[in-house]
């Protein structure tokens, strides 16, 4: 017969860590940035991009993105950070391809007929995003006001409490303090 465990393990273990310098004794070649690049010249990078980029399921699902919002710089990044995590590049190439390839995908964009592309991270030309941004803004202002009110109610129903003694080791108190208690 088996006795059932009825122990929970934690969720997350702040001891199961790799060991410090654990890397540098791990065999090298495990990944494939750590190999040599399958592209050399940013040209070939970027032929190779625009072929995949203009394949209809990719350029159907760079069209939805653009429409959702999503910027082109940050569709470009992972584009970027892609091509060097499975090694085709190096991060040197993919500092030089990423404007053109942020060019593909607006271009990609324009032809598709999408009015409002968000070109960077930080683009706040879109009406939708201000409006989002002022009633986030004014949400805050309320919540800010709301938080002193409470403030001010418990201020006012807060009694005055005397500190006990302290322990054997903490800042001894001031000689009023002491003639209070």
Do not use: C
């Not at 790799?18 to 970027?46: C, F, K, M, V």
């Not at 069209?63 to 990044?77: D, K, N, Q, T, W």
Request: overall charge negative.
């Amino acid at each position: 017969m088996a006795i059932e465990d009825n122990t929970i393990e934690p969720k997350y273990n702040p001891f199961d860590a790799p060991i410090p310098g654990q890397s540098l004794t791990d065999t090298p070649g495990n990944y494939p940035w750590e190999h040599p690049p399958r592209i050399n010249e940013p040209e070939d990078a970027l032929d190779r991009i625009w072929n995949k980029l203009t394949t209809p399921e990719m350029s159907e699902q760079i069209i939805l993105m653009l429409e959702s919002g999503v910027p082109v710089e940050a569709l470009g990044r992972v584009i970027t950070f892609t091509g060097f995590a499975e090694g085709e590049f190096t991060p040197d190439v993919g500092f030089i391809i990423a404007e053109p390839i942020m060019k593909m995908i607006t271009a990609i964009g324009m032809r598709a007929g999408i009015k409002n592309i968000k070109i960077s991270l930080q683009d706040l030309s879109n009406k939708k995003t201000v409006m989002q941004v002022a009633s986030l803004k004014e949400a805050n202002k309320r919540a800010v006001q709301a938080a002193k009110n409470i403030t001010k109610d418990i201020e006012g129903v807060a009694t005055e409490v005397k500190p006990e003694s302290a322990g054997l080791l903490s800042k001894p108190m001031p000689q009023e303090e002491q003639e209070e208690m």
